[in-house]
């Protein structure tokens, strides 16, 4: 049950903006969470800190600080005798989830993302694109020198697109067309997900 000072607290505008003004701290603790696939590991059931350790080359006393984190923003369970276990939205998080979250927070905590958004204030002022400022290219220059981060990118805007596409399949009758082109579809989710629902339809990807 929750108290009357847990209620406060919660409706304490200055906490709500502290909460905001933290809110990085989560982004870097379920990116961490993603890059050492912890809902894998996981998947089977709870799990002590130190088989946890072992299995992602961390240390121990260090991981353990992260999976109590992790259990506090909710991803994990917490049991009597120490060992994490996922909660359903930390099994949200395994590498094999059909939303690809996965990919979505290691591509959202991501220096590519991360050090643009840092330059905000100047592109502001200056009118300069961010992305430039920070990287002397813009974003698409880039990821053509760096394959990895390219590959990220496209998994990351995959798992953005699978929220809003059932809404989007379900919102037009995509049944008129003969043909649809999707310009700048990436990996193609989007356009997989309305051909998925109008099977006499032909797509093509042009990115």
Known sequence: MRTNCQAMADNNPANTLRRLITGYQTTFLVQVAAELKLADRLADGPRRVDELADATNSRPELLRRVLSALHHVGLLTRGEDGRFGLTAMGECLRSDHPEGLNAFARYQAHGMIQRPWSNLLQTLQTGQ??????F?????????GHPDDAALFTAGMAARTMGPVGAIVAGYDWR????????????????AGILAATPLTRGIIFD
């Open 129 to 134: 694109p961010a992305f430039r400022a920070v």
């Open 176 to 191: 008129r067309f003969g043909t649809i082109v999707d310009v700048g579809g990436a990996d193609g989710t989007l356009l």
């Open 136 to 144: 002397g290219r813009n974003l698409f220059e880039y990821l053509e």
